[in-house]
């Protein structure tokens, strides 16, 4: 058994920080009951963090001890493991766009797929499941401008859009425009604002 717990922990060593370790990629070191055995003392032993059911990860070594992976590299490993498009909150979003002072206090993240929380040592991570049109333009400007304007509503978003004209350059504007169609009607009559009038 020790062998098989040493294998998996060769085999984490192996991946990036936050990556997830399920057990369905850990089939060729041993049977399904032997690697849920094993994943299970390493977790009790501390050498690996179940982050949720069937999902565990390895803890990073640093000069200053051990911690949990970050947030957003678990999400990343996440996001390639399973195919699924994971993307900042709409918060979160308004937060680095500078459209809100307000700091979100929990790891709240959309997904493509299943709402589930992860749990990172002390840190919580909820995903929640989103409609498609929040997940455009994943890891660009254009799809944070999407997702902070939908947080914010419609009583706030006129206000967001003029603000963002100062900050972002044309060619964002028009990409967030382009996406009016796949858009709520609230939402296109906004952002529709960001065209060239007659243009």
């Known amino acids: 058994m020790q062998t098989l717990a040493k294998k998996i922990l060769e085999h984490a060593a192996e991946l990036s920080e936050g990556t997830p370790l399920v057990a ?8 399904r009951a032997a690697v849920d055995q094993a994943l299970s003392r390493l977790v009790q032993r501390g050498t690996l963090l179940r982050a949720s059911r069937g999902v565990y990860v390895r803890p990073v070594e640093s000069r200053f001890g051990i911690r949990a992976p970050s947030a957003a590299k678990m999400i990343e490993g996440l996001a390639r493991q399973r ?16 459209l809100t ?27 929640r ?55 709520p009607t609230w939402l296109a009559r906004e952002v529709s604002s960001l065209l060239p009038a007659h243009g």
């Open 101 to 127: 002072t307000q700091v979100p206090m929990r790891a709240v993240y959309l997904t493509s797929g299943r709402s589930r929380r992860l749990k990172l040592g002390a840190q919580s991570v909820e995903l």
């Open 83 to 98: 195919g699924e498009t994971i993307v900042s909150h709409g918060a979160a979003a308004a937060n680095t766009l500078g």
């Open 129 to 183: 499941h989103a409609p498609i049109w929040q997940l455009i333009f994943p890891e660009r400007a254009a799809g944070e401008v999407v997702r902070a304007l939908a947080w914010l509503g419609p009583e706030r978003a006129g206000e967001a859009i003029r603000k963002l004209r100062t900050k972002l350059p044309p060619s964002e504007l028009q990409e967030v425009a382009s996406a009016r169609a796949r858009l």
């Open 24 to 31: 369905k990629e850990l089939l060729h070191l041993g049977s």
